[in-house]
């Protein structure tokens, strides 16, 4: 995750969003059930470098496979996306946030085949949301992606491209944890989809009230994600774990189809999102998978 960047724009009014109703914590989960990191145990921070050196690989695929086996999340460091690609990115989708509602609206899809698409509250939680599709991409698709930043586009490849290479080498070292050939997961993955969700979180005066996003497994292999602030929590061994954010980390988490190719070893991740009562929170979630056609595309954005 890139260093905390201070957001003061405010697209979604809290007053409006509040008086139409937000999920509460309480519909979804016990508050006391919330603790954090250092409650329980510490989520596994792994250092990438060296992954293809064979004197440190197997230490580092051991290393993931742990994760993957105890938490299905974990935060990866020295991963290989430059720090320039991930603030650029975060810097766009502020940009894009901002700017007046009718702008935004051009991108709310009434089509289920468009692979772009902008939802303000979905089913009732305090966010905002521009998804699209990320591969399997071509020009038609990248020129439906928001105009506004004017370098909205080029920063979304930059950065879509360096996530899909990473989830790739996390593919191949999975693979490998998993005692199987290091094309295992790969090999699903080359034909497969890659989907982003920018999310924008407002403040909340009554941040223990609210969820940003209510608790869910993504169906993918792997979403890799940063943030600005923390608010992404993981269920780990009944409880709500809060999932810190650390400087120049990415956060990666398991989905369902990861869990069906591990045949059952690894779960895959449930999650939510609290919102913070001063701070907006900005997150881009990159989720990459197998190949998928049709509506059933739609249906992973």
Known sequence: MAPP????????????????GVKHQSELAPYQSIVTPSSISTIPIINLHGLDDPLTKASIIK???KACTDWGLFLVVNHGIEESTIEEMLECVKAFFTLPLEEKMKYMARDLTIPVDYISQPNGTLREVLRHQGRPTSDEIILLWPSKPSNYKDAAKAFLEATWRLAMRLARAISEGLGKDEGYVEGTMEDGFQYILCNYYPPCPNPQQALGMGPHTDQCHMVILTDNVDGLQLKHIGKWVTVPNVPGALVVFL???MEKASEGRYKAAEHQVMVNEKTARISLAVGNGTEIKGLDARLHL
């Open 63 to 65: 290393a993931i496979d």
């Open 255 to 257: 989905g369902t189809s």
């Open 5 to 20: 960047t201070t957001l003061n724009a405010a697209p979604l009014d809290i007053v409006e969003v509040n008086q139409k």
